[in-house]
């Protein structure tokens, strides 16, 4: 649905009306299938490195999966904004305003990207050693990472153009995006690792040459398909960098404390020898793969949530919170189901052994569930990132990466590499819960500022002219904006 205008009214958003449930279940089965095709980009690299049998080489995969999990964080959190505050603005229907707001988040993308992605070379060899890297191991994992930090501007884009294509609805073609990234991948890593016998330098172009393909096909959808982009303002900058700053800032705050939690686990692991650490990198990487649903629903959730909100209707915010609950809990399901049933093959699949074998069994059989609370959480986040909360969701991701993780790992180290992995899933799940609590509460209370007869209206006819632009330059970090600024509470 492009976001264009026709006889002077704009086209009504989506989401605003029809079934919720429908809308969370189109949103996300399409978000995962994008999703789990960006992870199964990394996962396509272990397999084939796996191949190899090599320990070591499979370690420094692992190793610098971490310092790629940072990565991806600051641009997951970034789409978060860029999807929450463009799907807020197209319910409200401003369409000028969207359209600029799209033209500069992609431009802060890009810059942002370049920083911290070139940035990270400078470091690379003291982030290695400080995660537990040694020897061989981390001398390979410098060299992978030191031809694909300079990329992370691309893949950026590519996401940053996916969440655009989200934010107004079109979840087919914002999976197309990464669908087409891995496929790439798929075929060229077989190529490069084994018929150049590049081994995990062809993995590494095998990467690059996957985000660059993502970042083309994205903003061919949002320049071409869509016709989303508006004119650059230079002088308009600084007031859509704050707009989106409100919940980019604590949304990448918040996604940062995952990879910070992941890095203390890694260094827990990495005592009990490679083996553990590439048992360890398998279930990293069959996670948001197996999990791919989960992981969608807060990108899913976020555009429905935030075009009802532009749009007043907040009953169906909070019935909205509530069948994406629903939906988390029948993947998580399932899933478990499938890792359960499957283990056996995945170990054979990943040539583990040892103590890899027996990380992943523990996964697949008894750790799995933790998802429940941890795909609770991610549903909390998107409700509290478009709700005008953000810093809640900065507050319980922080807490379970630092209190719910570093003391339960280091407990758990002590009875080995299983023990750590216990314990991380033990933290993650309370906050997971706690976070899901305070989630309903806000909804709830969101709710009751509607009027009585407002669930049954008719939703509003947004072809009213387009407000000014000064209208979202300049919102508070963590407030809400349009109506939601003074139902949002404190």
Not at 19 to 28: D, E, F, G, K, Q
Not at 168 to 178: E, H, K, L, N
Not at 184 to 195: E, R, S
Not at 206 to 223: C, K, P, T, W, Y
Request: hydrophobic share 55%; glycine share 12%.
């Amino acid at each position: 649905m492009p976001i264009t205008e026709t006889a002077g009214a704009v086209e009504r958003p989506r989401f605003v009306s029809g079934s919720l449930l429908r809308h969370v279940c189109v949103m996300a089965g399409t978000g995962a299938i994008g999703l789990i095709a960006v992870f199964a980009v990394d996962l396509i690299n272990l397999f084939y490195i796996s191949l190899l049998g090599e320990k070591a080489t499979a370690a420094a995969v692992g190793f610098a999966g971490v310092v790629g999990f940072f990565h991806a964080s600051l641009c997951i959190g970034l789409t978060i904004g860029i999807a929450a505050v463009v799907s807020r603005t197209v319910g409200a229907g401003r369409t000028g305003d969207a359209r600029r707001i799209a033209t500069a988040s992609l431009v802060l993308m890009a810059a942002l990207s370049v920083v911290a992605g070139s940035g990270t070379a400078i470091f690379l060899h003291s982030a290695l050693h400080a995660l537990g890297a040694e020897g061989e191991t981390a001398r390979l994992a410098q060299r992978y990472l030191s031809v694909t930090v300079h990329t992370l501007p691309l893949l950026g884009i590519g996401m940053a153009s996916s969440a655009l294509l989200r934010s107004v609805g079109d979840a087919r073609r914002s999976m197309v995006v990464t669908l087409a990234a891995a496929f790439v991948t798929a075929v060229l890593d077989p190529i490069l690792i084994f018929g150049f016998g590049l081994g995990l330098d062809g993995a590494a172009i095998s990467a690059v040459v996957s985000r660059m393909v993502l970042a083309a096909i994205g903003l061919h959808g949002v320049l071409v398909k869509h016709r989303m982009l508006g004119r650059f303002e230079p002088s308009r900058l600084g007031g859509d960098a704050r707009a989106l700053a409100g919940v980019a800032g604590p949304a990448v705050l918040t996604n940062l404390a995952t990879p910070v939690g992941a890095a203390f686990v890694t260094h827990a692991v990495a005592q009990f020898g490679p083996s553990a650490v590439a048992g360890a990198a398998t279930i990293d990487r069959l996670t948001p793969v197996a999990f791919g649903l989960v992981y969608a629903l807060s990108g899913a959730v976020g555009p429905i949530l935030a075009q009802n909100l532009g749009a007043g209707q907040y009953r169906r915010v909070q019935e909205g919170l509530r069948d994406s609950l629903l939906f988390m809990v029948a993947s998580v399901a399932v899933a478990w189901l499938v890792l359960a049933l499957g283990q056996g093959v995945l170990i054979r699949a990943f040539s583990a052994d040892g103590l890899a074998a027996q990380l992943i069994s523990l996964f697949c059989s008894w750790l799995a569930p933790s998802f429940f609370f941890a795909g609770g959480l991610f549903v909390a986040n998107a409700s509290f990132n478009n709700l005008g909360h953000p810093l809640l969701s900065t507050a319980f991701n922080w807490g379970r990466a630092t209190l719910g993780t570093i003391p339960f790992a280091w407990w758990g180290s002590h009875h080995g590499a299983a023990g750590v992995l216990i314990g991380q899933a033990v933290g993650s799940s309370i906050f997971g819960l706690l976070a899901v609590v305070v989630a309903f509460r806000l909804a709830a209370k969101l709710a009751r500022q509607e009027a009585p007869d407002a669930a049954s209206a008719p939703a509003p006819v947004l072809d009213a002219p387009v407000a000014p632009a000064s209208a979202l330059a300049t919102p508070q970090a963590g407030a809400a904006t349009g109506p939601a600024a003074s139902a949002a509470g404190p």
